[in-house]
């Protein structure tokens, strides 16, 4: 009957579920963090994802300045479990604004990355920051505070105390650790698609826009997800948003927004630190540290 080859029709379209990963990278501090990507968070989503019929293919649309990068590894990890569990789907990638430093990171999570043209991509490196709140204090409010500790190094990271020659190695020993990692986790996702550039590029913490990054085999092309979709499982593929809905699903791509403007306002898109590096923390304090930004 007619009905029965619509339904037998329908049974064959393929579904590509889309998860938006937009704002700073970092654990979450509430029970619900606005526009902030964290483990958390993107566990139930990718569940809910490779759990649809049909399932073709995950579509990560990434629109993120970088952050924790623990949380980043986190995640990739979580995604690659996933797809080999279900047959190793593919993973796309489709960079909007940026992926830089820790949301490239995410972006290694795909098999296959996009990226419109004029996209932020790349700033591969770590970033820690430490600001000597002592000094500002006793020159500005001419207070003096006092950090008493048991275990010498104890609070080797804090904001009352100028660095240390101690401090500062131990924040290099990190810092090469965590730059080590994001390292690996490029070359295992991109693999011979790096184009034999010298690791004093590549490696560096710069950014470029798409057609140098695809020049270099940091992404695959330049192309909107609906495009690459249809091009790839035929224009009757379904895509299905999985993601927060009502007020959780305006404030969370609200705040991630206002994120991503207030980190590259912050630190000005083309400084070495880059915007993404910038989403470390929240500039608040740093928790009793430096903030660790990948």
Known sequence: SEMQR?????SRVPVVPV????????APTSGYSRGVINYQSVKPLLAKAFKQRRLAALALRIN??????AQCDLIRNEINRLSAEHGNIPVLAF??????SGGYYLACSASEI??????????????????????????RASLALTLHRAGKRKAIFNNLEAASPESLKFTNYMLQGIHAGFIDVVKSSRGDRLKGAPESELFEGDIWLADKAQQLGLIDGVGDLEDVIAKKFGRSARLVDI?????????????????????????????SAAAGDLAAGDGSGFRGGPPLAA
């Open 114 to 139: 996009y990226a419109n043209r004029h996209s932020l991509i790349g700033s591969i490196g770590a970033l820690a920051v430490h600001a000597d709140l002592q000094t500002a204090l006793k020159e």
């Open 19 to 26: 998860i938006k990963l937009y704002g700073k990278i970092a």
């Open 6 to 10: 619509f339904k037998d029709a329908l």
């Open 243 to 271: 993601g927060p809905r009502g007020w959780a699903k305006f404030a969370s791509g609200a705040a991630g927004a206002c994120d991503i403007l207030q980190a590259a306002a912050a630190g000005g898109l083309w400084s």
């Open 95 to 100: 960079i909007e604004d940026m992926a830089a």
């Open 64 to 69: 993120s300045p970088g952050g924790w990068p």
